[in-house]
């Protein structure tokens, strides 16, 4: 994938002006059973923050609740210190874009038109399509090595294909608060690598404020600059992943015996699981009678 441009468009020095994103004492609920219990957090400005947790944690209902997805069941979701749920949706779409786990594309739509529909938030009552439109959305399709996609059906992508779309989409809307949840789903390692990069390069150059759920815990390590661990609604932790990242963390909230050693290519925590078998017994290397080794 290409690297996030760094010249500055007028767009992107309107977003300078950061914005903040916090909760306090938020719950929330499906069905009146309670996800989100009393959590209150402060998501730091212009950085990436990764949540991590076990399934069912609580994770992608709070992206959720902070995306005005979800009404609070109690608690509110603070945007620049005001209810994001009393400020217009449109005000709120053109600072805050989400990516869901699970996006729903309409049928028979392109990946150009998916793409565009991320500039709905900054277009007028009539839609008017603009140079800036188009230069957004031709930069979104470029960094996320989807630009050869682009009259193509998404219907007739790959699972990996169709999530470079949807963050393609995600980046076009060009908000200073950017929230996805699983962004590397349906993606191999290297374009998890990639997706990521992405994501990192776009908080460096724009200091586009992101915040992610991810379930590889070495990657949210590596790439987070403030790591949220979440179990049963909670906060358990909050901080620099190294401060975070520790074997007994690992052990409360993912119910794993592991060691944390130091990633040999990042430096950041890395976490080693012991499983069951907690022994590496080293092949021999002795000929066998053909000259193979064993």
Not at 3 to 21: F, G, K, N, Q
Not at 100 to 122: K, M, N
Not at 184 to 200: C, I, K
Request: glycine share 8%; charged share 20%.
């Amino acid at each position: 994938m290409a690297p996030i441009p760094t010249a500055p468009s007028h767009h992107d020095e309107a977003a300078r002006v950061h914005h903040t994103l916090e909760t306090r004492d938020l719950s929330l609920a499906y069905d009146g059973r309670r996800v989100v219990d009393g959590l209150s957090l402060e998501v730091p400005t212009g950085a990436v923050t990764a949540v991590v947790g076990a399934n069912a944690c609580g994770k992608s209902t709070l992206l959720r609740g902070l995306a005005r997805v979800l009404q609070p069941e109690s608690g509110s979701v603070l945007l620049d210190g005001r209810s994001i749920h009393e400020r217009p949706t449109k005000e709120v779409a053109a600072v805050l874009g989400m990516l869901p786990q699970s996006p729903v594309a309409p049928e028979g739509i392109t990946v150009a038109d998916l793409v565009g529909r991320g500039r709905y938030p900054h277009q007028g009552w009539f839609r008017r399509w603009t140079a800036e439109d188009e230069h957004a959305v031709t930069e979104a399709l470029a960094v996320t090595d989807t630009t050869e996609l682009a009259e193509r059906s998404v219907d007739e992508l790959s699972g990996g294909q169709r999530q470079r779309v949807w963050i393609a989409m995600a980046l076009a809307q060009q908000t200073d608060l950017l929230l996805l949840d699983e962004p590397t789903t349906f993606l191999d390692v290297a374009h998890q690598v990639e997706v990521l990069d992405l994501l990192s390069d776009l908080n460096h150059a724009r200091g586009t404020t992101v915040v992610l759920v991810l379930h590889e815990l070495n990657l949210a390590a590596r790439y987070a600059d403030h790591l949220v661990a979440m179990r049963d609604g909670r906060v358990v932790a909050a901080g620099p992943p190294a401060e975070v990242v520790t074997e007994q963390l690992v052990r409360d909230v993912f119910a794993m015996d592991c060691r944390v050693v130091p990633d040999p290519v990042a430096g950041t925590p890395m976490v080693v699981p012991i499983g069951r078998r907690r022994s590496y017994v080293a092949p021999t290397t002795s000929p066998s009678p053909t000259g193979a080794l064993r």
